[in-house]
């Protein structure tokens, strides 16, 4: 009889070889106690997180907590049902309009993850004989939407402008296009050309999804993402985003200006056949979002954090994804995984906690430490990171 397990074999034996020697998994930490948006005890010791995705610092904000705890207490604990039964609760009706403030969009639709809103929205939209043409960078919920929807995936070179516009002149003039792209890759912290593959993309007839998840309420004068920062935010079709990074809970969500928008809550299964999101979550993810509409010294303060750490850990010697800070995410590459493991350790042992992050997730076969900062690290512990991020790599000889 065949064992269905067997294909994760190769896995199995990596991860063996790994903790054979010694090393810490790196992917089962459990954080005992959480401090604030920027510490949490971890093994027992006070430990400075760089690892979260809470980008703007969220998850303690007094309001925030105060909205959930009221929720909790009018609506009980959870929903038990979905969006197009017994699921919606004002709760989701004020997240949504909150949203459609947020983006001066017309539409929004609220999700029980960011994944979801993705998978949703993807696989509803582009069907049989449609194409979706996507970077081969893009998250794994993108690709999954694609398969879930049965479109044909044409994927084009990272961030390429030209190998975008060749796969689109390939493509027969009277299909159904969507392309799929995101303002911020979370593995290299690197942002779209997004102006450039917007106007390649109407020219060819295509709609155009972008997926800001990494990017709202950082980037872009009011915090709407890369499409704002770029000045094309009125050209996409449709923007997808999450409340589990800069927002501070949990959740998904899609807005657009399109005026059939609303019919997708009754043909979007995700939504339709998944239970809504507890009260308490939508209460604190719309009071977040219209915080966050009033965020701009916070931005100030996390673009001011993201040169700092650039700067340091370049002029430490460690390799990064990027040349210069582009987002809140700053990727640290690694020679190679058990070294990064070890690094990764080492860092733990420091005191702060990244992220190891390791193919077939990252491109091109890098094993990266990937460091999400938040905008309530203070400057003094910005310089105390770079102290730990010395101390470990010489330890472990990743620099001199």
């Known amino acids: 009889m065949t064992d269905l397990f067997s294909k994760f074999d190769p896995l199995i034996r990596q991860r063996e070889d790994l903790l054979a020697t010694g090393v810490t998994d790196p992917f089962s930490l459990v954080m005992e106690r959480v401090v604030s948006p920027t510490v949490a005890i971890c093994n027992g010791r006070e430990t400075i997180l760089l690892g979260t995705y809470n980008y703007m610092g969220m998850t303690f904000d007094a309001d925030v907590i105060a909205a959930g705890k009221d929720a909790l207490d009018k609506f009980g604990a959870g929903t038990t049902g979905s969006r197009v039964l017994n699921g919606t609760y004002q709760g989701h009706k004020e997240c949504e309009e909150a949203l459609k403030e947020f983006y001066a969009m017309d539409h929004a639709m609220v999700f029980s993850t960011g994944y ?22 893009s998250h794994a919920s993108i690709y ?7 479109a044909e995936i044409v994927a084009f070179r990272h961030n390429d402008v030209d190998a975008l516009e060749k796969r689109l002149k390939r493509l027969p003039p009277e299909a159904g296009k969507l392309v799929v792209l ?8 690197d942002i779209a050309p997004l102006k450039e593959m917007i106007r390649v993309s109407k020219e060819a007839g295509a709609m155009i999804l972008v997926d800001e998840a990494h990017s709202m309420g950082f980037i872009g004068e009011h915090g709407r993402g890369v499409a704002e920062a ?8 449709f923007i997808i985003g999450t409340f589990s990074k800069s927002v501070g809970t949990v959740g998904g969500f899609c807005v657009s200006n399109h005026p059939k928008f609303e019919i997708l809550r009754l043909v979007c299964r995700p939504y339709v056949f998944t239970a809504s999101l507890p009260p308490s979550v939508v209460a604190t993810a719309a009071t977040s979002i219209r915080k966050l509409m009033h965020g701009s010294n916070k931005r100030a303060h996390l673009w001011e954090n993201s040169k700092v750490l650039h700067k340091g850990l370049r ?3 460690f390799t990064l994804g990027t040349d210069e800070p582009q987002s809140a995410i700053i990727a640290v590459i690694m020679p190679d995984l058990e070294m990064g493991a070890m690094m990764w350790e080492a860092l733990l042992e420091e005191g702060l906690y990244v992220n190891l992050a390791r193919p077939p997730a ?3 076969g890098m094993t990266l430490l990937r460091c999400s900062l938040c905008a309530e690290h203070s400057s003094d512990q910005v310089i105390e ?9 010489k330890r472990v000889g990743i620099i001199g």
């Open 230 to 237: 770029q000045g094309v935010i009125d050209d996409v079709d």
């Open 385 to 393: 990171i770079l102290a730990r991020f010395e101390r470990a790599g």
């Open 362 to 364: 990252t491109p091109a």
């Open 144 to 150: 999954d939407g694609c398969a879930m929807g049965n």
């Open 182 to 189: 995101e303002g911020v890759y979370s593995m290299l912290g």
């Open 116 to 137: 979801q809103a993705n998978l949703g929205i993807i696989s509803t939209i582009a069907g049989k004989g449609d194409y979706v043409i996507l970077d081969i960078d």
């Open 315 to 317: 002029d430490l010697g």
